[in-house]
């Protein structure tokens, strides 16, 4: 198996362009989590997704934030417009059943 | 408010000796634990689990152990390997939550030869 596929690997972009990630999850997985690593506020959920529905996007820091799910292989991160404040590794995960949690590789992200 | 605390951020032990990582919750409602491994430029990688119906849970070098009463959970390696070298993550959810886990600010441990 592939594993969880992020892409890019790296961005780097100006201040006021729109960003987006893309995530492939393990295929027969069911949950999908994004995921934020910063220095400050260590590795922490944006939103997650079961069965291409968000469940909870409690953790998505403002409305520049947005994510999709429009099929079970595919799923976006989109800020825009994005700040230098949003730099950091953003994380896709994805499971099956509860808990255990397959991380991908990592976007990581600079906004200048 | 932290529901999830490993409160030392680096812990260094000699190759062959035990390493004892900590993590601490408040959450009464978490009932399902979680350690999970990250190298550099990785993604961090599931280590092993415990559920709150259990006190130690053991998979070759690795146990985990809660101490419900405490809200505590401790990793042990032994031996511990150079190759253990990595962050490691704690992580707690509920069950009913649909897997939605709380993340520790990780601990960096490195094995000497």
């Known amino acids: 198996d592939a594993g969880v596929i992020q892409s890019p690997r790296h961005e780097v972009t100006e201040m006021g362009q729109e960003v987006t990630l893309r995530c492939k999850p393990i295929?027969?997985?069911?949950?999908l989590f994004w995921y934020r690593q910063t220095m400050m506020r260590g590795l922490e959920l944006l939103i997650y997704?079961?069965?291409?529905?968000?469940?909870?996007d409690s953790g998505m820091p403002e409305d520049r934030f947005s994510a999709k799910m429009p099929n079970a292989s595919f799923s976006t991160l989109k800020i825009q417009p994005s700040e230098p404040r949003d730099s950091a590794v953003y994380f896709c995960?994805?499971?099956?059943?509860?808990?255990?949690?397959?991380f991908g590789p990592g976007t990581r992200l600079l906004v200048l | 408010d932290q529901q999830v605390k490993q409160n030392s951020p680096s812990l260094s032990v000699q190759e062959g000796r035990i390493s004892i990582l900590n993590c601490d919750y408040t959450?009464?409602?978490?009932?399902?634990f979680l350690w999970y491994k990250k190298y550099p430029a990785e993604g961090p990688t599931f280590l092993i689990s415990?559920?709150?119906?259990?006190d130690k849970n053991e998979d070759g070098r690795f146990t985990v152990f809660l101490n419900k009463s405490a809200k505590h959970l401790s990793l042990h390696i032994v031996p511990s390997q150079p190759g253990d070298s990595a962050v490691y993550f704690c992580?707690?959810?509920?069950?009913?939550?649909?897997?939605?886990?709380?993340f520790g600010d990780g601990t960096t441990l490195t094995v000497k030869p």
């Open positions: 959450n009464s409602m978490f009932d399902y």
């Open positions: 995960a994805s499971s099956i059943g509860l808990g255990t949690q397959y």
């Open positions: 415990i559920s709150s119906i259990k």
């Open positions: 992580a707690a959810s509920e069950r009913t939550n649909a897997g939605k886990s709380t």
């Open positions: 295929s027969g997985h069911n949950s």
């Open positions: 997704f079961n069965n291409n529905v968000p469940i909870d």
